[in-house]
């Protein structure tokens, strides 16, 4: 669980760490705490899951990754958990979750993230999910995002 | 898409995790990429400044901190498209809403601090809408290895 200290850490930091040769005691500065702290708070939070990765986070637009496309796949319940580990080490897929069907409009129960420079790459990508996947999936489908209508980051208030 | 230089390409591409809990992280993570501490510094700056990284350090996982968070998909008629995402919009819980090609061609991310703060924010749309909302919450989450490499 976090404490009091830990969300004045998530909100010192949500934008980013300072870019000086000592951004762990610049914040301890700002929090009033010492650099050691910072750092293990830093280390726990990390190996707690709270933080997935601490680094360069690339706007994929701005990469020219501009294709975001939702592959969707209707697969056994028996089997997801085995295909949804083996769709997620895909090194193109950028999340990859199971959720619940919504019959009968919405037969699909795994979600894999696909981003790629274009539509095409993107459906190769998902040609290669499908060829991994194989007869276990009785169909899927990619939903492309023809627009952002909304996007904000994460709002935490200390 | 940008063009990047060989500092710019190292950063990106070796720099997605992993960053130092050490006093002079730069200096330490400058080494395996061949950087001094200080071009590190700048060539990361210049990449936050052009708008090629969104940012750069930890990456907050939403949930794990104590939120709550919730896909959720609408199938709305193309005349009352726009209307209805101000309406949806309009909700400080709603964090990103995408068009996407499909009958249910609108979806979008509920997230609040307290779980039961997404059912009703859900129920408010549907009340003013008129629409189902179809709720996707995730039912398991697989480990993902993406990294972008330019």
């Given at each position: 669980?976090?404490?009091a200290?830990d969300r004045r850490l998530?909100?010192?930091?949500?934008?980013g760490l300072?870019?000086?040769?000592?951004?762990?005691?610049?914040?301890?500065?700002r929090?009033?705490?010492?650099?050691a702290?910072i750092i293990?708070?830093?280390?726990?939070?990390?190996?707690?899951?709270a933080?997935?990765?601490?680094?360069?986070?690339p706007?994929?637009?701005?990469?020219?990754?501009?294709?975001?496309?939702?592959?969707?796949?209707?697969?056994a319940d028996?089997?997801?958990a085995?295909?949804?580990a083996?769709?997620g080490?895909?090194?193109?897929?950028?999340?990859?979750?199971?959720?619940p069907r919504?019959?009968?409009?919405?037969?699909?129960?795994?979600?894999?993230?696909?981003?790629g420079r274009s539509?095409?790459?993107?459906?190769?990508?998902?040609?290669?999910?499908?060829a991994?996947?194989?007869?276990?999936?009785?169909s899927?489908d990619?939903?492309?995002?023809?627009?952002?209508?909304?996007?904000?980051?994460l709002?935490?208030?200390a | 898409?940008a063009?990047?230089d060989?500092?710019?390409?190292?950063?990106?591409?070796?720099?997605?995790?992993?960053?130092?809990l050490?006093p002079?992280?730069?200096?330490?993570?400058g080494?395996d990429?061949g950087?001094s501490?200080d071009?590190?510094?700048?060539g990361?700056?210049?990449l936050?400044?052009?708008?090629t990284?969104?940012?750069?350090?930890?990456?907050?996982?939403?949930?794990?901190?104590?939120g709550?968070?919730?896909?959720?998909?609408?199938a709305v008629?193309a005349?009352?498209?726009e209307a209805?995402?101000?309406?949806?919009?309009?909700?400080?819980e709603?964090?990103?809403?995408?068009?996407?090609?499909?009958?249910?061609?609108m979806w979008?991310?509920?997230?609040?601090?307290?779980p039961r703060?997404i059912n009703?924010?859900?129920?408010?749309?549907?009340?003013e809408?008129g629409?189902?909302v179809?709720a996707?919450?995730?039912?398991?989450?697989?480990?993902v290895?993406?990294?972008?490499?330019?």
């Amino acid at each position: 669980m976090l404490d009091a200290i830990d969300r004045r850490l998530i909100a010192a930091t949500q934008q980013g760490l300072p870019l000086v040769r000592e951004p762990y005691r610049e914040l301890a500065g700002r929090l009033g705490l010492d650099e050691a702290e910072i750092i293990a708070r830093l280390k726990r939070l990390l190996d707690d899951g709270a933080i997935r990765r601490i680094g360069a986070i690339p706007n994929h637009y701005a990469l020219g990754f501009t294709a975001n496309g939702m592959s969707v796949w209707d697969v056994a319940d028996e089997l997801v958990a085995e295909i949804g580990a083996r769709v997620g080490a895909l090194d193109f897929v950028t999340h990859c979750y199971e959720r619940p069907r919504h019959l009968p409009l919405w037969p699909y129960n795994l979600f894999a993230m696909v981003h790629g420079r274009s539509s095409d790459e993107v459906h190769s990508k998902v040609g290669e999910i499908a060829a991994l996947i194989g007869p276990a999936a009785c169909s899927h489908d990619v939903l492309f995002s023809t627009r952002i209508l909304k996007k904000t980051g994460l709002r935490i208030a200390a | 898409m940008a063009f990047l230089d060989p500092t710019a390409r190292a950063i990106v591409n070796g720099l997605q995790g992993g960053f130092p809990l050490t006093p002079r992280p730069f200096r330490d993570a400058g080494r395996d990429l061949g950087l001094s501490e200080d071009e590190l510094i700048e060539g990361i700056g210049a990449l936050v400044d052009s708008g090629t990284l969104s940012r750069f350090g930890p990456l907050w996982n939403a949930e794990q901190i104590g939120g709550a968070v919730c896909l959720a998909a609408m199938a709305v008629p193309a005349e009352r498209f726009e209307a209805v995402a101000e309406q949806v919009n309009a909700h400080p819980e709603i964090a990103h809403n995408y068009e996407r090609a499909h009958q249910l061609n609108m979806w979008f991310v509920v997230s609040a601090d307290d779980p039961r703060r997404i059912n009703q924010v859900i129920a408010d749309i549907e009340q003013e809408t008129g629409l189902k909302v179809h709720a996707m919450p995730k039912a398991r989450e697989f480990f993902v290895g993406f990294r972008v490499e330019v």
